[in-house]
C-alpha cells in the first residue's frame, strides 16, 4: 500500500521508474509472465512434472495479459483475469 502512494507523491521517481520500466520491456514481461506462472504453483498439494506442465500454461497466461496490459489497459487484463477465474468456479459450483 505504501509503494503506490510513495509511487505518486514522488514524480522524479515516477519517471525513473518509468524510464527503467521501458528500458527493459521485454526482460519485464518476460520475468513478469513468469512469476505470474509461478504464483499459480501454490494452487496445488505437490510439486511434481505435471505440476510444473500445468503452470507452463499460466506462464503463457501472462504473456497473454501482459500483452492485454501494452495493447489495453491494466484494468482490462484485470477484467480478462477474472473472467478466466470465475468461468471455472461457476462450473464447480454447478457440479457440487
Not at 25 to 41: E, K, P, Q, R, V
Amino acid at each position: 500500500m505504501i509503494t503506490p502512494l510513495f509511487y505518486i507523491k514522488y514524480y522524479q521517481i515516477q519517471l525513473t521508474i518509468n524510464k527503467i520500466i521501458s528500458q527493459n520491456y521485454f526482460i519485464m514481461i518476460y520475468l513478469t509472465s513468469i512469476c505470474f506462472g509461478a504464483i499459480h504453483m501454490t494452487n496445488y498439494e505437490e510439486v511434481n512434472v505435471q505440476t510444473f506442465l500445468s503452470v507452463i500454461g499460466r506462464v503463457m497466461g501472462g504473456f497473454y495479459f501482459a500483452f492485454i496490459v501494452t495493447k489495453y489497459s491494466l484494468k482490462s487484463s484485470y477484467l480478462l483475469h477474472a473472467i478466466n477465474n470465475i468461468i471455472p468456479f461457476f462450473i464447480l459450483l454447478g457440479v457440487k
